[in-house]
């Protein structure tokens, strides 16, 4: 689960999709646009997991 930082609304994965561009991983709050930055906390070979970063 995931916390927009902006608005404070509590997101599962489903809600809110990630997606990468050249400033790194990231979802887009549904309800305020707000731009949360991810990143991936699993180990190096293994995979993906990512993880909400604080800003």
């Known amino acids: 689960m995931w916390t927009c930082k902006r608005c404070t609304i509590n997101l599962k994965f ?3 999709e990630p997606a990468i561009d ?3 991983v990231y979802f887009l709050c549904p309800r ?3 731009r949360n930055k991810l990143a ?3 180990k190096p070979g293994g995979p ?6 604080g800003e």
């Open 40 to 42: 991936n906390a699993g």
């Open 32 to 34: 305020c646009g707000y």
């Open 22 to 24: 050249h400033f790194g």
């Open 48 to 53: 993906v997991e990512l993880v909400q970063v």
């Open 14 to 16: 489903p809600e809110c």
